[in-house]
Structure formats: C-alpha cells, structure tokens
C-alpha cells in the first residue's frame, strides 16, 4: 500500500520529484567524479611509474641504494653472467649511477648522472637523443624541471664534474640535447641523463653499471650473482606507501564531499516535506497513522535515490564517460611540484567505488528523508491541517 | 437511543495554552448524535465549531470529559487507534479542500480506499460510483489544479463518501463557494445522507446551509446554547 502511494506521489509530484532527483543525481556525479579523478591521479601516477621508470623490474647492485648519493660511488660492478646475456638479448638495460656536479651559468649544482643505453626501449624515455654525436663532447638529456631550475636550453653547454673509480676528480662539457616533457619527476628533477658508454668511461667503470632494469613478463633470473632482483611490488612499495598514507586524506575528502552532498539533499528532502504538511495532516485525518506516514516519506526517500541513481546513469553517465576515456586537461604542469600528475587526468571509476557512493547516498536520502518527517508526523494532525511551521 | 448513537460527549472541556495562560475553548459540552444526523454546528468564529469537529474526529484530544465515537471512547486510544477509527468508520470534509495537488479526481478519491485496502478492482467501481454521485465523472482524470472551487469541492466530498462511512465531519465546507455552488454541494450532501445513511456533522456559519440541516446545535464561546431539531428543512433533499 504504502509503496504504491509513494511511487504515485513521486510520479505525480512531476517538478518536485525532478528536482529532487536532480540535486539527488548531481550528488552521486560528483562524488563519483571526484573520487574518480583522485583515483585515477593515484593509478595514473602508478602507471607512470611503471611505464618510464620500473618495466618489468630491476636487478639492483647490493650497494645501491636510490635514497642515498653516497653509496653511488661504490655501488657498480660488470654484471651477473645471465643478467648481461638478458642485456645482450635486449631485454634489459643497464643503468651507471653517479653523483656529479655541474655548472649551468657559472652556478654549482649537484646532480645525479646516470648513464643509459641510448637504443634501450624498454622505459618510455626519449633516450634515442644520446646517440653519439662528433660535436658534443657528453650529450646530456634532461627534464623540463630540471631546465627550468637550471634555465638550460637544447643545445647550451655546461661543466660537469664527477668523481672518477680511482677517486679522481674529472670535468668535460655537457650540451643538452633534448628536454623530455616527462610526467615522472624523478627522472627529472635533479637529474642528468648522458649514454651509458660515456658514463661507463668517464667514471672508468668499463662494463659496469649500477642497476639493471628489465621488460615486463620475464622470470627472475637463476644466476643473478650478489645482485638484487627487486620486482614491480617492490619498486612501486614508495609509491603505495604515500598513497596509503593519503588514503585518510582521500577519505577526509570523500566524506566532505558526501557531507556537501547531504546538505543539498538534506535541504530540498527537508523543504520538499515541510511543504507537505499539510499533505501529512490530510493523510492523517484520512487515517494514515504517525508511523506509516513516516514510513511513505522516508520510501519516498529511498525511491527518490534510485531514481537518481538511475539519473545519474542517463543525465551524468555519458559525462563520466566521455572523462573516464578522454580525460580532463590540467592547467599546471605539476611536476615541478614534485607531483606525478598526468598533464590530462584520467579518472578511474571502481566497482567499489560505485557500490559504497550508491550505498552511502542512499542511506543519507533515507536518513534525511526519515528525520523531518518523523519530526513533522509528531505534529498535532490539527497543526499539520492548517499547515503551521514546524518548529 | 443510546445504542443508535454514533457521538456521544460528556463534560467535554478543551483548553488550548495561550501564553502562559490557557484558553477555554470548549466548556462543559454534552452530546449525542444518533445515526443518519444531519447536524450542524452552528456560530461565530471562535464559538468551538472546528474545535469540537476536530475532537469528534479524533484529531485533538479533550481536556476533560469523555467522548465516545461510533461507540469507541476516545479517551484512552492511541493515536493509531484513532487514525483506524478514522480511517474505517470517517469522512472528513474541509473547508480548503485539502486534496492531494499530485493526484487526478480519480486517485483523491480512491486514496480512502487503498489506505483501508480494497482490492483494485472493487476500488475502481467504488471511485466511479463515487465520484458520478458528486456529478465528476467528466473531471475523473482532472489534477485539483484544473478543477473550479467547486468541484474541488464535490472531489473532496467524493474523497469522504467513497469508503461509506458511518460519520461523515464536514468543517466549512460551503466557506470558499458561491452561492449557487453552496447550494449544490448542500443538495449532494443532503442526498447524500439519504442514499447511504450516513451520519452529517457540519461546522459553520454560513447561513446558506441552514435551509439543509435537521438539527442546530449552537455554540457560543465554547457552550452548546441551543440545540433545535427541524422536522422540515427549508431545502430538505
């Protein structure tokens, strides 16, 4: 009975029902929306990650350790047998990693240099352009942070210095050769990308290398010597870890966003049933007791949610979708901020993320929808008649 | 008489806070109405007219006495109790009509009949013999919005009469009419009465329905000062 007067109020209700189904619907979209996009934000960064840096995995000299410059200098050495043989086979790279100075404007700056095969295509990094030239003396690859911080342009020169393996200071001119336009800023900031071959001889470290980083799909390696394999969990484990320590971040905003969206509920449920006070008196001089009249308005509630879930769908959902495949431009390059964030942001919509936001939404319309009407059903009828305000 | 009785009130008293202070509105008012009544309860504004209909109806609770309806007291029920008892056994009829804006004629009308639970069926024959009687069979699909005053009116009677009840309390229902639609509102109700035996509690105080009714219970400051049965009503159906 009581779900047939509610599909007839909402039906017959046409603006009101609309209304509410609209702000109901917006609600839901921007949740989703948002979320979403922070989803993708994290994803896309992830991605990134695994697309210019990671691949496959690494195999990591014992020494090695990306958070320490120091341990550069002793962290290299001629590879494990079957770890080269992958490197013949094109399935790897090495990579030479030293500290460096360098001198952009006559300023002293201290980089990481890290030498790269410039036929690698394992990574997506622009590392054809380190191909030997005659006129350069080290072609120097970098980011478009780091060439602002540096204010260096494709084709100026500079003064590298480094610390050779016998412990000798060395200094040659370094000519940029390209500026990548990279999302991932460690590959940027701070750094200098020269050939492995110029690297391997102006570090005299002939054949050897820092870390290995190998193509996706390939198994461990049996004979991988002292070195360490460090597989896709391992070297994203960083980059999960800020995004778990996000995660109460990403949820303080999800709950701002769902408290926004209970707010413009809340107010057109509220105004929608206190404006039917006097509808309420009639039902309850027609002998519709307190609770049922409590129980039609808050079913209201609860089918006004899946109207505007299903309005979402049709009204919101070409809209996600046109995002969810085409992204959204930003209008900052975020990457000298430190952030990897892609220049069109891509967002990511969950099944979980679907189920909780319809979930939720639909529990604060049924919650908004039960708490004026159980406040305007304790009205006296006669009150609720003459449709006095509800205190 | 007292088994016939469809209202009987003793030493109702309804006061009202007013402020600090309380307001008597109804004093000392005894009464029985048997059924078939074709009653009104006459006076001026502030006489207890809706007051009295009101606890009739179970919608306010009196203060003192003890009032009984269609032979339920209404002093120790709940509010679900009363709204069964209104819903079963009462029709109420107001003075602004009080239809739902979101239904057609047909579904304000039937909206008694699925609240007490009448198969659809039955439902739809109800509401169409219903609503001929009040002569809105041509508006059945119309939203109140659409309607003249009057045949909100006629719709909101239609509402009262549709599950036959044995006490129908009808508040002003002439206040916002002309003549012409007073006269033919007080026609159906009268006719009303005759066909399906109900019971006619009328507040108001609009000359234009006296010729209808068969008793006059006047009321003054919340006291019952006259109460005249008319054996020949001036318009009597």
Not at chain 1, 75 to 100: C, M, N, R, T, Y
Not at chain 1, 108 to 133: S, W
Not at chain 1, 349 to 369: A, D, H, K, N, R
Not at chain 2, 70 to 76: E, V, Y
Request: net charge negative; aromatic share 8%.
């Amino acid at each position: 009975m009581l779900f047939k007067i509610a599909i007839k109020n909402l039906l017959g209700a046409r603006l009101r029902t609309f209304l509410n189904v609209l702000v109901t619907a917006f609600s839901f979209f921007l949740i989703l929306f948002m979320s979403a996009m922070y989803n993708g934000m994290l994803e896309h960064a992830k991605q990134v990650t695994m697309d210019t840096e990671i691949a496959g995995g690494a195999y990591w000299h014992p020494k090695y350790d990306p958070l320490d410059p120091m341990a550069f200098e002793d962290a290299h050495s001629v590879l494990p047998d079957e770890i080269q043989s992958l490197v013949d086979q094109k399935k790897a790279f090495p990579v030479l990693v030293s500290q460096a100075f360098i001198y952009p404007g006559g300023r002293i700056m201290p980089a990481i240099m890290k030498g790269i095969p410039a036929e690698q295509n394992i990574v997506n990094m622009p590392t054809e352009v380190l191909f030997a030239r005659d006129d350069i003396a080290i072609p120097v690859l970098i980011g478009k942070g780091m060439a602002s911080d540096t204010k260096l342009n494709v084709g100026d020169s500079f003064t590298i210095r480094w610390l050779d393996v016998n412990r000798t200071y060395d200094a040659d001119e370094g000519t940029v050769v390209h500026i990548m336009d990279t999302e991932n800023f460690k590959l940027d900031m701070g750094h200098i990308w020269v050939p492995l071959e110029k690297a391997q001889i102006m570090m005299a470290m002939e054949d050897e290398a820092t870390y290995v980083t190998y193509e996706k799909g390939l198994p461990t390696v049996q004979d991988k010597g002292n070195w360490i394999p460090r597989d896709i969990n391992y070297l994203v484990q960083d980059m999960e870890a800020i995004i778990e320590a996000d995660k109460p971040g990403a949820q303080i905003m999800y709950m701002i966003l769902l408290a926004l969206a209970a707010m413009g509920i809340f107010n057109a449920q509220v105004l929608s049933i206190f404006r039917r006070g006097k509808e309420i008196g009639t039902l309850m001089a027609l002998g519709m007791s307190r609770p049922r009249v409590v129980a039609l308005f808050t079913l209201e509630g609860g089918l006004n949610a899946m109207l505007a879930a299903m309005a979402t769908l049709i009204f919101f959902g070409p809209v996600l979708w046109y995002f969810g495949t085409y992204g959204i431009p930003l209008p900052l390059d975020y990457t000298e901020m430190g952030l990897i964030v892609a220049k069109r942001l891509i967002p990511v919509y969950t099944i979980g993320l679907i189920f909780s936001t319809t979930i939720l939404v639909s529990i604060i319309v049924l919650i908004v929808s039960y708490i004026p009407s159980r406040r305007i059903a304790r009205m006296k009828p006669t009150d609720a008649l003459r449709g006095k305000a509800v205190a | 008489m007292e088994n016939n009785s469809v209202i009987s009130i003793q030493n109702l008293v309804k006061r009202f806070p007013v402020g600090g202070d309380f307001f008597t509105a109804l004093k000392d008012v005894n009464l029985t109405l048997s059924k078939g009544e074709f009653t009104g309860l006459i006076g001026p504004s502030g006489s207890g007219k809706t007051t009295l209909l009101n606890i009739i109806g179970g919608l306010d609770a009196p203060s003192e006495g003890q009032v009984s309806v269609l032979g339920k007291s209404l002093d120790n029920t709940s509010h679900t109790e009363r709204a069964r008892l209104r819903r079963k056994y009462m029709g109420f009829i107001f003075q602004s009509y009080n239809l739902l804006p979101v239904y057609t004629v047909f579904e304000n009308v039937e909206l008694p009949l699925i609240l007490n639970k009448v198969e659809p069926h039955e439902r739809e024959s109800k509401v169409k013999q219903a609503v001929e009687w009040v002569g809105l069979s041509d508006k059945i699909n119309s939203r109140p919005a659409m309607l003249s005053g009057g045949e909100c009116q006629r719709t909101a009677i239609a509402r009262a009469i549709v599950h036959e009840p044995a006490l129908i309390l009808a508040d002003e229902p002439t206040a916002n009419l002309d003549a012409e639609n007073s006269h033919h509102i007080m026609k159906i109700l009268a006719q009303l009465n005759n066909e399906i035996s109900s019971s006619f509690v009328f507040a108001t105080h609009d000359e234009k329905i006296m010729g209808y009714l068969r008793r006059i219970l006047n009321l003054e400051d919340g006291k019952i000062v006259k109460d005249e049965n008319i054996d020949a009503p001036e318009f009597g159906a």
